[in-house]
């Protein structure tokens, strides 16, 4: 199987963020499942096409898509999502910009970031570094966009029903999100 080299777990650095409801942005309030970023977990040399037969063989997620971050503040509430970093570096928002417990954090080619559905995410700047991404969900799911408005609320509460990750979607039996 194609695998990547990834960087060893006794040295990868993880950061999680619990981030708390903000107006109708749930975040991870729902399931309380916190906002993994994995630094430097993908080797200098990966390539879109190496994640995505990375991520196929390990078979936690489906790759759907090579793109950027939307400028505009989002969540899903049918999915939780794994964004794999192969270009670029950018200044990436979550949890919502009026938030006070929002996360601001810099990415970089490398980085994977595995966002709960709910977390409210979007890209603040991109550097000009054509800043890209592999996104992926579970197999079976497909996102859906929200915006923290009134009408989403249904959506919303379909969030507590959704299945966490079983395998780490990039180390597989073992990994940070286990």
């Not at 499942?33 to 040399?45: D, E, H, N, V």
């Not at 197999?139 to 919303?156: F, I, L, Q, S, T």
Request: hydrophobic content about 35%; aromatic content about 8%.
């Amino acid at each position: 199987m194609p695998f990547l080299n990834l960087a060893p777990l006794a040295s990868l650095r993880v950061s999680t963020h619990q981030i708390p409801r903000h107006n109708l942005i749930p975040n991870t309030s729902i399931q309380s499942k916190p906002l993994l970023i994995y630094r430097s977990c993908l080797p200098s040399s990966v390539t879109a096409s190496s994640i995505e037969a990375h991520l196929k063989a390990t078979g936690v997620v489906v790759p759907q898509w090579r793109y950027t971050m939307y400028n505009v503040t989002h969540f899903h509430s049918s999915t939780h999502e794994v964004l794999c970093i192969f270009s670029g570096r950018a200044k990436l928002c979550f949890g919502g910009e009026s938030n006070p417990s929002k996360v601001v954090t810099e990415v970089q080619k490398g980085d994977v970031i595995i966002i709960p559905a709910g977390v409210a995410h979007r890209l603040l700047d991109d550097f000009n570094s054509d800043f890209q991404m592999v996104g992926s969900y579970p197999r079976g799911k497909h996102p859906d966009m929200c915006c923290g408005k009134k009408e989403e609320e249904e959506k919303v509460k379909g969030i507590s029903g959704l299945e966490w990750f079983e395998r780490d979607p990039l180390y597989g039996d073992d990994g940070p999100l286990l």
